[in-house]
């Protein structure tokens, strides 16, 4: 049941490409020009706002999607965990589409924040893996993101198929308010269907990763720097190293750096930074030299590029192949993942039942 890996947790990391690549295929047409979605649609240009609520895992992905719906559909977003926007009542206008991301469908507050905005919200759309779920019942539309049953506790391939699903409807968003045009939809969804083939690649580097995670075993702490949008990565990263090896780690965006977190850097604290080679990357290279400078040890996982121009002093790096920097946080997520996996494997921990945690919080 466990494919010849040894934990569900493998299995279901190792089978991001396929189960990626025929997700893809659901969502876009044939001829690779347009992103087909459920009768009845979505019209973007009803919209003035998009309000995401979820959590955990599924929350970074709400948040790389803030990215997405402002950066190329210039459509302002905002994000918040469940737990929070259910008792702060936000106002809702009737120009807002509520998004509500799920694995499981049954996480409670997130079902209790999707309740507090029926009869507010234009519409209610969930995107979800459980199509049978209380979430996907009480929702104008529900998106399947055909991630198959995740069984690991630590969220994975769910998390990759969340992308998906939002990055498709950051593109149709983009197209519906005009702010893109065909050609670019196309190059970008043709992007998108190399993406399982780069996963493989990114696969591929296991012994690079078992080499850093049995450097990360050693640690107390450990920080994950991001910017843009691998800062959400960055959050999600440090959740799955804590989650299943128990290893204290903290996500920041790289920039606030220098605002605290710089103060814990030692020789002892690796600083994981993710950060693709982008026109920002010069930025991510003085927040390293500000870590090396205090003897902090950084783990760089970047392409080929940012390799070369991240200079001397990088304790390790982790290549991935090239990538268009809109796709990079799903691809980028393999790594994320890899490095948690293999840290626990390398301590022992229970990977696929971690400690106190449930695969479904049903309980607020
Ligand atoms: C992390 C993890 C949790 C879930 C969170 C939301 O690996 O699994 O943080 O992402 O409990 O669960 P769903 O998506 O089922 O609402």
């Not at 948040?63 to 929070?84: C, G, H, M, N």
């Not at 459980?130 to 994975?156: F, H, K, N, W, Y």
Request: with cysteine; aromatic share 6%; charged share 20%.
């Amino acid at each position: 049941e466990k494919g010849g890996h040894k934990h569900f947790m493998a299995k279901e990391i190792a089978e991001q490409p396929t189960v990626l690549a025929d997700a893809i295929s659901h969502y876009v047409s044939t001829d690779g020009t347009a992103i087909t979605l459920p009768d009845g649609g979505l019209d973007f240009t009803q919209y003035d706002r998009i309000v995401m609520v979820a959590c955990g895992t599924a929350n970074y992905a709400c948040l790389t999607a803030k990215y997405w719906f402002e950066q190329i559909a210039r459509l302002p977003v905002e994000v918040d965990i469940a737990s929070e926007f259910r008792y702060r009542e936000p106002p809702i206008t009737a120009r807002t589409l509520a998004i509500f991301v799920s694995q499981s469908g049954e996480t409670a507050d997130t079902l209790a924040a999707l309740r507090y905005c029926v009869d507010k919200a234009d519409k209610i759309l969930s995107v979800v893996n459980v199509q049978e779920s209380s979430i996907a019942r009480e929702s104008d539309m529900a998106l399947p993101i055909l991630a198959g049953t995740e069984i690991g506790v630590a969220s994975t391939k769910a998390f990759t198929c969340q992308l998906n699903v939002l990055a498709l409807l950051a593109l149709k968003a983009a197209q519906d308010r005009g702010v893109m045009d065909q050609q670019t939809l196309s190059d970008h969804l043709s992007a998108l269907r190399n993406l399982p083939g780069l996963m493989n690649q990114a696969l591929g580097t296991a012994d690079a990763m078992k080499s850093a995670a049995r450097k990360l075993a050693q640690a107390q702490d450990v920080l994950f720097l991001g910017r843009g949008a691998m800062f959400p990565l960055a959050l999600e990263g440090a959740l799955k190293l804590k989650e299943i090896s128990y290893i204290h780690a903290e996500g920041y965006a790289s920039g606030e750096l220098k605002h605290g977190p710089i103060a814990l850097v030692d020789k002892k604290v690796p600083v994981v930074v993710i950060a693709p080679s982008d026109p920002l990357f010069d930025k991510s290279v003085s927040n390293m030299q500000e870590v090396m400078a205090r003897n902090g040890k950084v783990i760089l996982v970047t392409d080929s590029k940012g390799a070369k121009d991240a200079g001397d002093g990088v304790w390790q790096v982790l290549l991935m192949p090239e990538i268009e920097p809109f796709l990079a946080p799903i691809l980028y997520a393999i790594p994320a993942q890899l490095l948690a996996y293999y840290t626990a494997v390398a301590k022992g921990t229970d990977v696929d039942q971690p400690r106190n945690l449930a695969k479904s919080v049903t309980v607020e």
